[in-house]
C-alpha cells in the first residue's frame, strides 16, 4: 500500500533535482563536449552498455522480469544475457558493428536477446512486430542484419523472403527449431548459471542501436543512437525517477517496497524500451508486462504485483482509468501513470487522482530521436496547465523555439520546437541528408509546432512534417499513399489524419477513381493490408470524382481535406 507516502509538489521533484546534480552528488552535472558541442551530462556513469548492464548484480535475486508464470532476478537477466552475447560471438562470428535484429512480440525472451546484442558490440535493431513482409524486406535491405531474433509469427513472415535468405534466424518463445531458425533461445541459455559478459572494447562513439520513425518522405527512417547517446538518455531518466523518491521519501528514506512497472507498451518504441525497460534496470525496479492488451489483465496484475508505475500510450491511460471506474481489484499500490505519444484529454488530469486514490499522471514528450528525452510534467504542475507537454527534463535537456530562417524566438511566439541533449541520436542510418536536415549543432529539429511560456512549459500547436500520430505511433502518408497509387484502379489519393478521442488520430484517405472504376472499400483495406502493417490501413476512406485540391505549388492540399472531411 502507498497510503502514508505524500504526493510530492513539482516543485519539491525541481529541489530534489538541484540537490541530487550538485558536486559530489550521485547524478552529478558537468558540461561535456561531444563533437565540437557542448552539453550537461552527468559526470559518473557507466562507459557503455555493457557496463551499465552490469547493474543488475547489485540487485541480486530481486525479481526483474515477469510474464505470467515466467520470473527472472536480476542476476538471472544478466547471466542470461551474458550467454546469448557469447553465443553470438563464438557461434555466429557477430562482430562489432554488425547489426542483429528482433522481430518479435513482447517477451522476456527479448530482453535479454537485446541486453545480450548491445553487450556484444553489436548494433540492435528493433523490428516492428505489426510490420507484413514488404516492410520487413525494406528493414532487412536497409540494415542487413547477420542474425535476427524472432517468435513463431514473425518467422512465417520471413519464410522465403529473399531478403532473408542470407539471415540466421534463432527462435523466441519456442521450444524447438522450426523453419527457417536454426536454434532456439533455451539452446543458448541455462536459467541460473553463472555468467560474465564478453569482454569486448566497446567505445562511447560506437553505434548501439537503430530505432525506426516514420517521417514525411515514405520509408521509416532508422534513428541511430551511440552507446554513450543511450547510456545517457536511461541515466537521465533515473535522475528524475530517483528525484520523485527523494521528494517523497526524504535524501534518506526508502520506499515500503520494491518499485514496480507494468509495461504494456512494444519494445520496439523507445517509451517500452528505455522508460519502462531500462530505466528499470538502473533503479532496481521491477518490469512486469503484458505481450497484448487486456485491460482486465492490466488490472489484476496492478494488484496481485504491486504495481507503483503504469506506463503507455494516452489511449491505454483511458482504457484503466475508464475500466478502474467499476473495478473489484485494489489498485492502491499506484502511485503513477506515465503516458507520451499522443495528447492526454487535458479534462483528465484531474480525474486520474479521483478515480485511483493516490495515483497521478505524468506526461512526457521525447521522440526516438532524443532517446525519449524531452519535457515532462507531473503533479500538480499538469493540474495547473494540462494542456502543456511539460519543462524540458532537467538535468540535460534544453528545448527552444526557433522560426523558419533559425532564428530564436520569445517565449508565447509559435515556432518549430528544438531539443538538444547529450542523448540525441548521431543521425538516421543510411540517410546523411535527412540527417543534416534533422539534426544541426546537437539540435534535433522535431517538425513539431508549438511555444513556449514564461515559465519554460512547453505548449505542442501542431506539426510541422506531414506526419500522423495513431495511439502513439508515427505513420507516414507518404508510405500509405505509395501503396495506393499502386492500385489499377486509384488515380489520385491522399492520406491524412483525422481527430480520434481514443487513438489522437486516426488514418483517413480520400482517393478518385479511374474514369469509370469503382473502389470496394473492403477490397482496399485488403490491398493495403497486405504490403503494410494493421494500424496504417485507413480507417476512414472517403471517394470523390472530382481532382483533389492543390495549393499553388500543384501540392495536394492536406489541410483543406481535413477540413471538408472532419465531420462526415
Same mark, same amino acid.
Given at each position: 500500500?502507498?497510503?502514508?507516502?505524500?504526493?510530492?509538489?513539482?516543485?519539491?521533484?525541481?529541489?530534489?533535482?538541484?540537490?541530487?546534480?550538485?558536486?559530489?552528488?550521485?547524478?552529478?552535472?558537468?558540461?561535456?563536449?561531444?563533437?565540437?558541442?557542448?552539453?550537461?551530462?552527468?559526470?559518473?556513469?557507466?562507459?557503455?552498455?555493457?557496463?551499465?548492464?552490469?547493474?543488475?548484480?547489485?540487485?541480486?535475486? *530481486?525479481?526483474?522480469?515477469?510474464?505470467?508464470?515466467?520470473?527472472?532476478?536480476?542476476?538471472?537477466?544478466?547471466?542470461?544475457?551474458?550467454?546469448?552475447?557469447?553465443?553470438?560471438?563464438?557461434?555466429?562470428?557477430?562482430?562489432?558493428?554488425?547489426?542483429?535484429?528482433?522481430?518479435?512480440?513482447?517477451?522476456?525472451?527479448?530482453?535479454?536477446?537485446?541486453?545480450?546484442?548491445?553487450?556484444?558490440?553489436?548494433?540492435?535493431?528493433?523490428?516492428?512486430?505489426?510490420?507484413?513482409?514488404?516492410?520487413?524486406?525494406?528493414?532487412?535491405?536497409?540494415?542487413?542484419?547477420?542474425?535476427?531474433?524472432?517468435?513463431?509469427?514473425?518467422?512465417?513472415?520471413?519464410?522465403?523472403?529473399?531478403?532473408?535468405?542470407?539471415?540466421?534466424?534463432?527462435?523466441?518463445?519456442?521450444?524447438?527449431?522450426?523453419?527457417?531458425?536454426?536454434?532456439?533461445?533455451?539452446?543458448?541459455?541455462?536459467?541460473?548459471?553463472?555468467?560474465?559478459?564478453?569482454?569486448?572494447?566497446?567505445?562511447?562513439?560506437?553505434?548501439?542501436?537503430?530505432?525506426? /520513425?516514420?517521417?514525411?518522405?515514405?520509408?521509416?527512417?532508422?534513428?541511430?543512437?551511440?552507446?554513450?547517446?543511450?547510456?545517457?538518455?536511461?541515466?537521465?531518466?533515473?535522475?528524475?525517477?530517483?528525484?520523485?523518491?527523494?521528494?517523497?521519501?526524504?535524501?534518506?528514506?526508502?520506499?515500503?517496497?520494491?518499485?514496480? *512497472?507494468?509495461?504494456?507498451?512494444?519494445?520496439?518504441?523507445?517509451?517500452?524500451?528505455?522508460?519502462?525497460?531500462?530505466?528499470?534496470?538502473?533503479?532496481?525496479?521491477?518490469?512486469?508486462?503484458?505481450?497484448?492488451?487486456?485491460?482486465?489483465?492490466?488490472?489484476?496484475?496492478?494488484?496481485?504485483?504491486?504495481?507503483?508505475?503504469?506506463?503507455?500510450?494516452?489511449?491505454?491511460?483511458?482504457?484503466?482509468?475508464?475500466?478502474?471506474?467499476?473495478?473489484?481489484?485494489?489498485?492502491? /499500490?499506484?502511485?503513477?501513470?506515465?503516458?507520451?505519444?499522443?495528447?492526454?484529454?487535458?479534462?483528465?488530469?484531474?480525474?486520474?487522482?479521483?478515480?485511483?486514490?493516490?495515483?497521478?499522471?505524468?506526461?512526457?514528450?521525447?521522440?526516438?530521436?532524443?532517446?525519449?528525452?524531452?519535457?515532462?510534467?507531473?503533479?500538480?504542475?499538469?493540474?495547473?496547465?494540462?494542456?502543456?507537454?511539460?519543462?524540458?527534463?532537467?538535468?540535460?535537456?534544453?528545448?527552444?523555439?526557433?522560426?523558419?530562417?533559425?532564428?530564436?524566438?520569445?517565449?508565447?511566439?509559435?515556432?518549430?520546437?528544438?531539443?538538444?541533449?547529450?542523448?540525441?541520436?548521431?543521425?538516421?542510418?543510411?540517410?546523411?541528408?535527412?540527417?543534416?536536415?534533422?539534426?544541426?549543432?546537437?539540435?534535433?529539429?522535431?517538425?513539431?509546432?508549438?511555444?513556449?511560456?514564461?515559465?519554460?512549459?512547453?505548449?505542442?500547436?501542431?506539426?510541422?512534417?506531414?506526419?500522423?500520430?495513431?495511439?502513439?505511433?508515427?505513420?507516414?502518408?507518404?508510405e500509405i499513399e505509395g501503396v495506393l497509387y499502386h492500385h489499377p484502379d486509384i488515380a489520385e489519393a491522399a492520406v491524412f489524419g483525422l481527430p480520434d478521442e481514443r487513438l489522437g488520430e486516426i488514418v483517413a484517405a480520400v482517393i478518385r477513381p479511374h474514369h469509370g472504376k469503382t473502389i470496394n472499400e473492403q477490397a482496399l483495406g485488403d490491398f493495403v493490408g497486405q504490403r503494410l502493417a494493421y494500424f496504417k490501413v485507413p480507417a476512414r476512406l472517403f471517394e470523390t470524382l472530382e481532382p483533389l485540391p492543390r495549393t499553388a505549388t500543384l501540392k495536394v492540399d492536406k489541410p483543406r481535406l481535413r477540413q471538408i472531411y472532419k465531420d462526415k
Amino acid at each position: 500500500m502507498t497510503e502514508g507516502l505524500p504526493i510530492p509538489k513539482s516543485a519539491e521533484i525541481e529541489a530534489a533535482f538541484e540537490a541530487l546534480t550538485a558536486p559530489g552528488m550521485p547524478f552529478e552535472v558537468i558540461t561535456k563536449t561531444v563533437d565540437g558541442v557542448e552539453y550537461q551530462g552527468i559526470a559518473r556513469q557507466p562507459a557503455n552498455m555493457a557496463q551499465l548492464f552490469m547493474l543488475c548484480l547489485q540487485y541480486g535475486e *530481486a525479481d526483474f522480469l515477469v510474464l505470467g508464470d515466467q520470473r527472472y532476478s536480476f542476476a538471472e537477466t544478466y547471466s542470461a544475457a551474458a550467454m546469448i552475447a557469447h553465443a553470438l560471438i563464438d557461434r555466429y562470428k557477430i562482430k562489432k558493428g554488425d547489426r542483429v535484429g528482433i522481430a518479435a512480440k513482447n517477451s522476456i525472451e527479448w530482453l535479454i536477446a537485446a541486453m545480450a546484442v548491445m553487450a556484444s558490440g553489436a548494433i540492435l535493431v528493433p523490428f516492428n512486430a505489426w510490420w507484413r513482409r514488404p516492410e520487413l524486406a525494406y528493414g532487412i535491405k536497409d540494415t542487413q542484419p547477420d542474425v535476427i531474433f524472432a517468435d513463431a509469427s514473425r518467422l512465417a513472415r520471413f519464410e522465403g523472403l529473399p531478403e532473408a535468405a542470407r539471415i540466421t534466424f534463432i527462435g523466441l518463445e519456442m521450444k524447438e527449431a522450426r523453419s527457417p531458425a536454426e536454434a532456439v533461445f533455451g539452446d543458448l541459455v541455462e536459467k541460473g548459471v553463472p555468467t560474465a559478459m564478453p569482454a569486448v572494447e566497446i567505445e562511447r562513439r560506437d553505434d548501439v542501436l537503430i530505432l525506426y /520513425t516514420s517521417g514525411s518522405t515514405g520509408h521509416p527512417k532508422g534513428a541511430v543512437s551511440t552507446h554513450g547517446s543511450l547510456v545517457s538518455a536511461i541515466m537521465a531518466l533515473a535522475a528524475f525517477a530517483a528525484a520523485v523518491k527523494r521528494a517523497m521519501v526524504g535524501p534518506n528514506g526508502e520506499m515500503p517496497r520494491q518499485p514496480a *512497472a507494468l509495461v504494456a507498451g512494444p519494445f520496439f518504441h523507445v517509451a517500452a524500451l528505455h522508460v519502462g525497460f531500462l530505466m528499470s534496470l538502473v533503479i532496481g525496479r521491477r518490469v512486469v508486462m503484458v505481450d497484448k492488451w487486456d485491460v482486465e489483465e492490466v488490472l489484476r496484475l496492478i494488484e496481485v504485483e504491486a504495481i507503483t508505475n503504469c506506463g503507455g500510450v494516452a489511449a491505454m491511460t483511458l482504457d484503466v482509468l475508464e475500466a478502474a471506474r467499476s473495478t473489484p481489484y485494489d489498485l492502491s /499500490t499506484l502511485m503513477d501513470m506515465t503516458t507520451g505519444g499522443a495528447p492526454f484529454p487535458p479534462g483528465m488530469v484531474g480525474e486520474v487522482p479521483k478515480i485511483i486514490s493516490g495515483a497521478r499522471v505524468t506526461g512526457i514528450y521525447g521522440l526516438t530521436e532524443t532517446n525519449a528525452l524531452g519535457a515532462v510534467i507531473t503533479r500538480d504542475a499538469y493540474l495547473e496547465r494540462p494542456a502543456s507537454v511539460g519543462k524540458a527534463l532537467p538535468p540535460t535537456v534544453e528545448i527552444k523555439i526557433v522560426d523558419e530562417k533559425g532564428k530564436d524566438l520569445p517565449n508565447g511566439e509559435n515556432g518549430e520546437i528544438l531539443i538538444k541533449t547529450i542523448a540525441n541520436a548521431r543521425g538516421y542510418w543510411n540517410q546523411p541528408d535527412d540527417s543534416a536536415k534533422a539534426f544541426r549543432d546537437g539540435w534535433h529539429l522535431t517538425g513539431d509546432l508549438g511555444y513556449l511560456d514564461e515559465e519554460g512549459y512547453v505548449f505542442i500547436a501542431d506539426r510541422k512534417k506531414d506526419i500522423i500520430i495513431r495511439g502513439g505511433e508515427n505513420i507516414s502518408p507518404a508510405e500509405i499513399e505509395g501503396v495506393l497509387y499502386h492500385h489499377p484502379d486509384i488515380a489520385e489519393a491522399a492520406v491524412f489524419g483525422l481527430p480520434d478521442e481514443r487513438l489522437g488520430e486516426i488514418v483517413a484517405a480520400v482517393i478518385r477513381p479511374h474514369h469509370g472504376k469503382t473502389i470496394n472499400e473492403q477490397a482496399l483495406g485488403d490491398f493495403v493490408g497486405q504490403r503494410l502493417a494493421y494500424f496504417k490501413v485507413p480507417a476512414r476512406l472517403f471517394e470523390t470524382l472530382e481532382p483533389l485540391p492543390r495549393t499553388a505549388t500543384l501540392k495536394v492540399d492536406k489541410p483543406r481535406l481535413r477540413q471538408i472531411y472532419k465531420d462526415k
